[in-house]
C-alpha cells in the first residue's frame, strides 16, 4: 500500500475541513498538529471515507482554523491513536 502524502492531497483535506488550515504569517504554515492530522487522516482514511472523517472528527475539532475549541486536545485523540494501533 502507497503511504504517500502529497501537497494536492493535504490542500485536500483542509478544503474538505477535516485538517487544521495553516498558520497564518509563517513560511511553510505546518506545525506538529498538522502533521497528527495527516497522520490520523492517512489511517483512517484506509477503512474510512473523507466524509466520514469529517463527520467523526466535526464534534472533536469543531473549528478547524484553531485546536482553542477543541473538546479533546488533539494530542489526547493522538495518543489513544496510537494506543489503539499498537493493540
Not at 6 to 33: A, F, H, R, S, W
Not at 35 to 56: D, G
Not at 80 to 87: A, C, G, R
Amino acid at each position: 500500500e502507497d503511504y504517500a502524502i502529497t501537497k494536492n492531497m493535504i490542500q485536500n483535506y483542509i478544503k474538505d475541513d477535516i485538517m487544521l488550515k495553516p498558520v497564518e504569517g509563517k513560511k511553510k504554515g505546518y506545525n506538529k498538529n498538522h502533521l497528527i492530522f495527516v497522520s490520523l487522516i492517512r489511517n483512517i482514511k484506509s477503512v474510512i471515507q473523507t466524509s466520514k472523517i469529517k463527520k467523526i472528527f466535526k464534534p472533536i475539532f469543531k473549528d478547524m482554523s484553531t485546536t482553542e475549541d477543541d473538546v479533546v486536545p488533539l494530542s489526547e485523540v493522538y495518543s489513544s491513536f496510537l494506543t489503539l494501533n499498537n493493540k
